[in-house]
């Protein structure tokens, strides 16, 4: 049996369900197609910078998230091969970027909030998408249980090995020779760190902490991956031993964090991205089709906008097929189709090279905070320190607009 949807999203996600939920602010229905049996709510912290939360209250959830978490005050980093503080940044207090507001939210938190201001129809479990292709100005979804959907718009929030994003021409994503190594710990007596982004670099390896709230704090450690790491991957207790033994001259109670880390709170993941020149040069959409979110521009950890974007590509998507959707009634299945095309282009156009340059610039700075020569370390932290600490803050000086056209 066939059944027809005007928009089906692959993937429920950050990018998927907002995009959903911009949508359904705009009085448009959509279908989000998950694979797993629930939501996908693993994961750690994710840091919510100033363009996450303009996105976020676009589509109506800021409030309710700020109610939980404690808001960030500057970001401290520092040498952890002399133990020296490189730079320090204060949120609140930067001239032309006044005004920013950084928290970090549990993922999970997110996605139950994205989720439950939709209809309760609107996210279709266990339904994993096999294979695409066209019908006309339709595109036929066939999904692992046989059923298929008809779709005349159909967006691709699938991740990292996204099935739509395979069907548009893009590559899987690359290894950029590096993995990281995440973690929460809880405090059931609150822990002693100050509200602040804690980062150290030195000896080819990258570390820090970040609270959640009073209670809560997660920490991460990235390091050049080699084939004597493959032994820790389904090993939390050695990489946790591993990390350890790399970290350096850094405060007496990151270590005592790290420490006190439960085994089942360790998580390791190789670092992947979609090279800059594919985004530039590669079909983002394509006739009634496009990507968002780790589907469209996965990158690296090191400016914490992986979630921020797939926050701002939902509100600029729904925005664009809201636009192309106005005004339907007595359309053709023709001109439906062209206006659909036009929005998805619209969209393509805008994200675009934001994608290229928070990529760009996310693997460039991890690439120089984790650089082990003794030239690139001494313009590190003597030179461009300051510079470096300002460059997160730079990313999120955006502004990804309302749900409706001006």
């Known amino acids: 049996m066939e059944a027809i949807e005007d928009i089906v999203i692959v993937g429920a996600g950050i990018a998927g369900l907002t995009t959903a939920l911009g949508l359904h602010r705009l009085g448009i229905r959509s279908l989000v197609l998950e694979s797993s049996d629930g939501l996908r709510t693993t994961g750690f912290i994710l840091t919510t910078w100033t363009n996450a939360w303009r996105a976020m209250d676009t589509v109506g959830i800021g409030d309710s998230l700020r109610q939980q978490n404690n808001q960030l005050f500057g970001l401290q980093t520092a040498s952890s091969s002399s133990g020296l503080p490189t730079a320090e940044i ?17 993922r999970r938190t997110m996605l139950e909030t994205l989720a439950n201001e939709l209809p309760s129809s609107t996210i279709r479990y266990s339904s994993k998408v096999v294979s695409i292709e ?25 991740g990292v090995n996204s099935a739509v994003a395979k069907w548009l021409g893009f590559k899987k994503p690359s290894f950029v020779g590096r993995s990281i190594i995440r973690a929460s710990v809880y405090y059931e007596h609150g822990h002693s760190f100050e509200p602040k982004s804690f980062r150290y670099f ?14 809560s704090i997660c920490w991460f450690f990235t390091f050049p991956s080699s084939s004597k790491n493959e032994e820790m991957e389904e090993s939390p207790a050695k990489m946790k031993q591993f990390v350890l033994g790399k970290l350096g001259k850094i405060p007496d109670n990151l270590r005592a964090a790290i ?12 670092l992947k991205i979609r090279p ?59 001109e439906e189709y062209k206006r659909i095309v036009r929005g998805l282009q619209s969209y393509a156009k805008e994200r675009r090279w934001r994608a290229f340059e928070l990529i760009s610039t996310g693997y460039l700075l991890g690439y120089i905070q984790q650089s082990n020569g003794r030239v690139l370390n001494f313009l590190r932290d003597r030179v461009l320190a300051n510079f470096l ?18």
């Open 90 to 106: 204060q949120f609140d207090a930067l001239g032309t970027q006044r005004g920013h507001e950084i928290r970090c939210l549990q």
């Open 134 to 158: 066209e019908s006309g100005y339709l595109k036929l979804v066939h999904l692992s249980d046989g059923s298929v959907l008809k779709a005349k718009v159909l967006i691709g929030c699938d």
């Open 202 to 215: 030195g000896e080819g390896v990258r570390s820090g902490v970040i609270p959640s709230d009073d209670k």
């Open 259 to 270: 420490e006190k880390t439960e085994l089942d709170n360790i998580v390791l993941s190789q």
């Open 276 to 334: 800059p020149w594919e985004i530039l040069l590669g079909n983002i959409s394509k006739t009634n089709v496009c990507v968002a979110g780790d589907a469209f521009h996965p990158m690296t950890p090191d400016i914490g906008q992986g979630g921020c974007a797939a926050l701002e590509d939902g509100v600029v998507l729904a925005r664009c097929l809201g636009e192309a959707l106005r005004d339907k009634q007595g359309m053709s299945s023709e």
């Open 389 to 406: 600490a300002g460059l997160p803050l730079k990313m999120a000086s955006y502004d990804c607009g309302k749900l409706r056209a001006s």
